[in-house]
């Protein structure tokens, strides 16, 4: 999806891997790619947001841009997870006649430096999703990929699984006050996991930055449970005295 | 430092950061480079093991073909951790004269992968430094560095610092049994910093995975310490069941 006349470097590109959390549910951001296949049978399938990086355009600015005209979403912090750059990421005749298409070069090999994010769907403009056929498909039910973007998005999810173990990045997705219950649900959507409850509620309280307010859930059916909210200072504070790993 | 003849490609190459360990220090692998400065005079400097990879050659493998062929090192786990692409990266006229002359090519622009990996030099075959003017440096005096080399180690360190936190690597730096005190020294070496000597004892004792030795040390002229042991069976155990950040 390389702008017509823009100088263009291709033999690097940016990929963008965003999770997504709503709804008790973890998704990542697509966009659809259509093409003409061999029998001449119009065709589709899904990408992620990525493009070929300018002759003198920075990596990290390339993904921003990217990411931007491509979905709308902006000012998202990206992270740079991995380079990706094996000799026959394009093998597929789909994704060598789509690249000769949309650029006009015989492309043979590209690397692609990969970022990832994870946001929270609810707080993003949702008008953006219409744009450039961009849309939010569940982790669990991902549909044929172009390239090598499903081992991108692999690595990618590995990557967030290995944040949630080591920082706090889940309560971003969560109201300001939330229940354990809120909580457990967002680490077993992240993780793909189901985790115990009782295991769960009293590792996680171990946490000093996890503070208990004195309100409670009302008009629930069920025993109504407490909240609580993330303190980022005590979390700070704690993280610079640790050694970490301590179990 | 590339091969005659060989088909590179100009726009990729790989940088290895190669931590070591050794007599309570971390150093880093370094290969001398030798130019002739703009007023004629014969200088040199530093630069990271690294090449640029070939037409159709994998990164990961480009990585340990470049390490192996500058400093002799083999079956050293490579784990990338950036890329750097800055389109600056190539400004130093002695960086572009360099490349000039060792590939015969005019290249204005490189994205390079980066890996590091940390490793016991007392274990390592000690020929190998002799090898092509690899030579381990103290990271507290590292000397001036080829293009953004500086900046790699930098972020290559911070990269180690932050897997130490999170995953046992420190203890294969170690003997198979070791004192606190030893594994203290070697924290400080990696962090680069001191730690409080009874909080680091507290902490590191609170993992189940050290386990105390009834074995003490003999021969000291203080009051001999306990050995432990590292127990990774134990640590894999827990790991799979921890959520992770507690404290």
Redesign the interface.
């Known amino acids: 999806m390389s702008i017509p006349g823009r100088n263009i470097?291709p033999?690097?590109s940016v990929d963008c891997v965003i999770f997504g959390f709503s709804t008790n549910q973890l998704k990542v951001l697509l966009i659809e790619r259509s093409f003409t296949d061999r029998s001449g049978i119009e065709s589709k399938d899904y990408k992620l947001p990525g493009d070929f990086?300018s002759?003198?355009?920075?990596?990290d600015l390339a993904a921003s841009r990217t990411l931007e005209e491509m979905t709308g979403l902006r000012d998202i912090f990206l992270c740079?997870f991995?380079?990706f750059?094996?000799?026959d990421r394009i093998s597929n005749p789909v994704d060598m006649e789509w690249l000769l298409e949309t650029t006009g070069l015989e492309i043979q090999?590209v690397?692609t430096?990969a970022y990832y994010s994870l946001i929270n769907i609810g707080e993003t403009n949702t008008d953006f999703a219409i744009k450039n056929s961009a849309s939010w498909i569940d982790v669990k039910q991902i549909p044929k990929l172009a390239f090598d973007h499903a081992d991108i998005i692999e690595q990618g999810l590995i990557r967030l699984q290995l944040s949630?173990?080591?920082?706090?990045i889940g309560f971003e997705m969560l109201p300001e006050k939330f229940t354990i219950r809120d909580l457990q649900i967002l680490?077993e959507a992240i993780l793909d996991c189901t985790?115990d409850n009782r295991?769960?509620r009293k590792?996680?309280l171990?946490?000093?930055y996890l503070v208990q307010l004195d309100e409670k859930q009302t008009g629930v059916a069920h025993k109504p449970a407490h909240y609580y909210r993330f303190d980022r200072y005590i979390y700070e504070k704690?993280k610079k005295?640790?050694?970490?790993?301590?179990?």
Chains 1, 2 share one sequence.
Not at 164 to 168: D, H, M, V, W
Not at 241 to 247: K, M, R, V
């Open positions: 470097n033999t690097i990086i002759i003198n355009e920075d990596l740079q991995a380079v750059g094996k000799p090999r690397v430096a949630l173990r080591s920082e706090p680490y985790l295991n769960f590792k996680i171990k946490s000093s704690h005295e640790s050694l970490g790993f301590n179990f």
